[in-house]
């Protein structure tokens, strides 16, 4: 009974660290055309919007890319790129779906392919 409980204690403190990402997937050529610098991160505008802002946007931006991402230096380098080169973003990985960009909610960009 002890060793079951311990197992059981294990397995939920395993589970309880893992930190989950529910992402939206979303195809179709996207072009950079705007992106804002600030201290925690950037904004990024994109035409056509994502389907996933709804119609909206927060002051012209529709994804953030926070610095706290694991890959944030990586990213933000693609994005340059992307921008400088005129390459759209063939497909686009976000959190916050369901929300309907404006001034307080906007997408929180997970990954992308150009």
């Known amino acids: 009974?002890?060793?079951y409980i311990a197992n059981?204690?294990?397995?939920?403190?395993i589970f309880l660290?893992?930190?989950?990402?529910?992402?939206?997937y979303e195809a179709g050529n996207k072009n950079i055309t705007g992106m804002r610098f600030y201290a925690d991160?950037?904004?990024?505008?994109?035409?056509?919007?994502p389907n996933n802002c709804n119609g909206g946007d927060q002051y012209r931006m529709?994804?953030?890319l926070p610095k706290t991402h694991l890959n944030y230096e990586s990213m933000l380098s693609g994005l340059l790129t992307a921008?400088?080169?005129?390459m759209p973003i063939k497909y686009l990985w976000v959190s916050n779906e369901g929300i309907?960009?404006?001034?307080?909610?906007i997408l929180m960009l997970e990954s992308y392919e150009i």
Request: net charge positive.
């Open 41 to 49: 991160g950037v904004l990024i505008r994109l035409n056509p919007a």
């Open 100 to 105: 309907t960009c404006n001034q307080a909610n």
């Open 62 to 64: 529709h994804v953030r």
């Open 83 to 86: 921008r400088a080169s005129n």
């Open 8 to 13: 059981v204690v294990f397995g939920s403190l």
């Open 17 to 24: 660290s893992f930190e989950v990402f529910a992402t939206a």
């Open 1 to 3: 009974m002890k060793k």
